[in-house]
């Protein structure tokens, strides 16, 4: 019986079952497992501990702080660290199993200090999976094919996210709503199988982290100073962090606000409002990876940034059920194009310089910054003003983001690449 190989193109489209077309599969169940797992069902743990004793949105907002805190503070270490070790695959596989634990731990004794330890350590460990998985892939396909590799991984994450909302929604409302998070630790299984599955031979860690001697001129390949040299990068991460301080509180706090009419429903709600966001975010990074070479990166994003103060107006005016999960329709056009296009501009902002995953990692951090700031901020106000304020302050902040973004943030996609549509070698990005 005859066997059919697949090899690759240059794009990174795995076309046959190659060793690399198999470790690209592999990366595509790792990030279809890794969805839940990455969040720690960070969306459910708000309505859990609304049903138990002394918690409010207030203190709610406190606890996701500081995890958010915890996690910001190692993610460009972490982008460090990675950069330097070619021991991708193990960091990825130790952080699973700390999130795992993080989550069965917190349904045991939902007090102050055993949440916030959980907390702590699902957010140092889930600083590990962005600049970790992005080298891998950036290891295995090259900058090429990257565009292309990223909104495919996406689109696997958000229907991760489809299934494992729908799971964790029913199972909260028919079982216990701690039914959610016992899915997570059962998934951190199954990422570390499919961590293993890559071949860890087949990742370019010269590649992984962006070096391009021919590029590079006199750098050398590590440190940090790109960071502060490279005002588009620079520009891009307060632009993200923006994005993310109106962004990050607003599902939690809708499913809040849903849940004190009726705790029990609570959970469905959160899950339908998970699963519109998470469907639509599929096509729309699948678009990404087929047309960011093609249209350039920042017109596409601009639509994230447009999408998004519109979602926080749009949730003011009606308590409507079924009317604000239509509205969730915009959270998927933001934050399926954001999660797509992303890492692929941090990636031609730093190419050739060696420090892909250290720059990724510092402007997550800024990403991390923004989305720890924006639940205290959220549950003051509400504490302060009620709901309504809530969304209407994240809109405002969300428009700023898009005027930064649209005004000081550049193209960084080459323009030959733009016109062609093929892949071109590109130059190192103009700093200053």
Known sequence: MRRHHRTLDHSGRSRGLSGKGRSL????????????????????????LLTEPGWNAESIGAILTISGVASLVVQTPAGALIDRTRHKRALVIA?????????????????????????????????????????????????????????????????????????????????????????????????????????????????????????????????????????????LAVSVLLFHLANAAMLPIMGQKLALRNSGEGTLFQAALIIVAQLVMIPMAILVGRRADVWGRKTIFLAAFLALPLRGVLFTLSNNSAYLVGVQVLDGVGAGIFGAVFPVMVADLTRGTGRYNVAFGAATTMQGIGAALSTTL??????????????????????????????AVPETSPAKLIVSGEPQPVTQPETG
């Open 95 to 235: 952080a699973a199993v700390l999130v795992s634990v993080g989550a069965a731990v917190v349904t045991v004794t939902p007090s102050f200090p055993v949440v916030t330890a959980a907390q702590v350590v699902i957010g140092v460990a889930g600083a590990i999976f962005p600049p970790a998985l992005a080298a891998i892939a950036l290891g295995l396909v090259g900058p090429r094919g990257y565009a292309y590799r990223t909104g495919r991984m996406q689109a696997f994450n958000h229907a991760g996210n489809v299934i494992g909302a729908a799971v964790a929604g029913i199972a909260g409302y028919l079982i216990t709503i701690r039914a959610g998070f016992w899915l997570t630790s059962i998934l951190g299984i199954f990422v570390v199988l499919a961590t293993l599955a890559i071949n860890g031979r087949l990742i370019d860690h010269d590649l992984a982290r962006g070096w391009q001697p021919q590029h590079a001129e006199k750098d050398k390949p590590s440190g940090f100073a790109v960071l502060l040299r490279c005002r588009p990068l620079l520009l």
């Open 25 to 48: 599969a592999a990366l595509d169940g790792l990030n279809f497992f890794l969805a839940d797992v990455q969040s720690g069902l960070g969306p459910f743990l708000g309505i859990y």
């Open 378 to 407: 959220a549950g003051a106000v509400i504490v302060f003003g009620g709901y309504d304020l809530a969304f209407f302050t994240l809109a405002g902040i969300a428009l700023v983001a898009l005027l930064l973004f649209s005004c």
